[in-house]
């Protein structure tokens, strides 16, 4: 995705609720939904992250509670709530039905429906809040007060407990439930399409403008298609820039990076952000905005990089692993790019929590000098979305202290999250899929349930979204310019 598109020994039998016989029997005829809670079962003994926010005891009969929704579900829509609430109760954001990994067939009947609100949107505290209509009948900063004689909060609670995070990071389901016009498949869009339809293919709306006059009005739900039209990125070639770059009348540039998902780019971003980083001799300083991007590559390692005078090294984070080889039973089900993902514990240390310890080395992250070291103060802008890469590059700014956050606290969560590597979990009966990450990321000692704050905490106000003020932008570039 392009925004927001990565056990106790004991446990694990607990966990299975099945022996391992009669677990191999239901696999060998796998054609029943009890066999797909068989194999949801089983892969998610690999989860590192299970009984991170959770004792076994509890998620255990959560998955009683969805063995029994999931084989009683009338349809494939029951079937993909009841798996989408298992997983957003393990409180892991890379933890999900993933949107873009369904079959074609699954992603047709299940996300592309004509539900959707027809403007993008964002929430300030508990008010929905037009950010723009593309087809110019609600003014910017219209606040919505009310969706088909429901209140828009209202919904958005009824919605939180589907919608992936780290840990107790509302913030983050939050910020999921908004629509901006840069994801292709809106997470706001697939909920409120499967648990609140309109009535008839039409929303009923109670708006206040931001004049203050109140009106009803009655808009046209609409589908996938349409909504993609009215993306606020246009799509760009393989070989084009996927970020922009503008040296603003103060003389501090500012860096847009939406994401940071450039494996299938033939672009070269590394000669590209080069060439810019080092025409800043003479500038007041760099804002790097990250706002709208959830993570992918480690792309801001190459600007750390430009930061530090010697070889530098992240706070320690131990990677922990669930499993030394996969069940050769499960191995047909679990869909990956990279097969050395099933025996990623074969060289791990046993610890005596059931976990593995991942060998030292495996993908550690060391980030030495490279290029021009930049010859201005920076300013990394942050909020909710920002929940995997773009998380732990958060994290490494403050930890090398050569730069400064602005905006509103981090998604992901200090406690660590999970990701790395990753299998796609095909359950063959539902057809449907979930992302299962199996690298755990855990800090050392106690830390708080919670993202990272900012050293300037400053969000947008409905009038600010009237206006089309950016006063997260504005601020930081303010504190560049004076020095």
Same mark, same amino acid.
């Given at each position: ?17 099945? *022996?391992? !016989? *009669? ?7 796998? =054609? ?17 992250? /299970?009984?991170?926010?959770?004792? %076994?005891?509890?998620?255990?009969? !959560? ?14 829509? =029951? ?33 592309? @429906? ?21 087809? #110019?009948?609600?003014?910017? #900063?219209? @606040? ?16 939180? %407990?589907?919608?992936?995070? +780290? ?28 648990? &609140? ?17 109140? @009106? ?10 349409? !909504? ?30 939406? #994401? ?15 060439? @810019?980083?080092?025409?800043? %001799?003479?500038?007041?300083?760099? $804002? ?18 430009? /930061? ?22 499960? +191995? %047909?089900?679990? +869909? ?37 070291? /930049? ?41 660590? $999250? ?8 095909? /359950?063959?009966?539902? #057809?449907?899929?979930? +992302? ?44 560049? &310019?004076?020095?």
């Amino acid at each position: 995705m392009r925004r927001r598109t990565f056990l106790k020994a004991g446990g694990a039998a607990a966990l299975g609720g099945l *022996s391992a !016989r *009669s677990w191999a029997a239901d696999l060998t005829s796998p =054609g029943d939904l009890a066999g797909d809670v068989a194999i949801l079962r089983q892969a998610l003994t690999l989860h590192p992250g /299970l009984y991170r926010y959770q004792s %076994p005891q509890a998620f255990e009969a !959560r998955l009683q509670r969805f063995g029994a929704a999931f084989t009683a579900a009338p349809d494939l829509t =029951g079937r993909y709530l009841a798996l989408t609430r298992l997983t957003a109760a393990i409180r892991c954001g890379h933890s999900y039905g993933n949107f873009f990994n369904q079959k074609k067939a699954v992603a047709a009947e299940l996300f592309d @429906r004509r539900t959707r609100l027809p403007f993008h949107f964002v929430w300030i505290d508990r008010a929905m809040v037009v950010s723009s209509d593309p087809a #110019g009948g609600l003014p910017r #900063g219209t @606040r919505i007060l009310a969706v088909n004689g429901q209140d828009p909060a209202v919904l958005r609670d009824r919605l939180l %407990p589907l919608i992936r995070s +780290d840990g107790h990071n509302d913030a983050k389901r939050i910020s999921l439930l908004e629509v901006r016009g840069d994801d292709r498949i809106e997470t706001f869009d697939v909920f409120q399409g499967l648990v &609140a339809p309109p009535a008839g293919g039409e929303h009923r709306l109670m708006v206040e403008e931001p004049g203050g006059r109140r @009106r009803e009005v009655r808009l046209p739900a609409i589908g996938l298609a349409a !909504r993609q039209a009215t993306m606020t990125e246009a799509a760009v070639k393989p070989d084009q820039p996927l970020w922009q770059w503008a040296m603003r009348p103060d003389g501090v540039a500012v860096l847009t990076m939406p #994401g940071w998902a450039i494996w299938d780019s033939k672009w070269d971003w590394k000669g590209w952000l080069g060439e @810019r980083l080092d025409s800043l %001799p003479g500038a007041k300083g760099l $804002i790097v905005d990250l706002r709208d991007n959830e993570g992918g590559a480690d792309c801001g390692d190459f600007i750390l990089a430009r /930061l530090i005078d010697r070889p530098w090294t992240p706070p320690a984070l131990h990677q922990r692993l669930r499993f030394r080889r996969t069940p050769a039973a499960l +191995d %047909p089900y679990l +869909d990956t790019w990279d097969d050395s993902f099933r025996t990623l514990g074969e060289k791990a240390t046993p610890l005596s929590d059931g976990f593995f310890l991942r060998p030292a080395g495996e993908d550690a992250l060391s980030i030495a000098p490279a290029g021009k070291r /930049l010859p201005v103060k920076v300013a990394v802008l942050t909020g909710p979305v920002n929940s995997s890469a773009t998380f732990q590059f958060a994290l490494n700014m403050r930890a090398i202290g050569e730069g400064k956050l602005y905006g509103r606290p981090t998604g992901g969560n200090l406690r660590g $999250i999970n990701g790395g590597c990753f299998f796609f979990v095909r /359950l063959p009966a539902s #057809g449907l899929e979930f +992302d299962l990450p199996l690298v755990g990321y855990y800090p050392e000692g106690s830390q708080p349930d919670a993202g990272l704050a900012p050293d300037v905490a400053l969000a947008p106000t409905i009038a600010d979204i009237a206006a089309g003020r950016d006063p997260v932008l504005e601020r930081a570039a303010a504190d560049l &310019a004076r020095g």
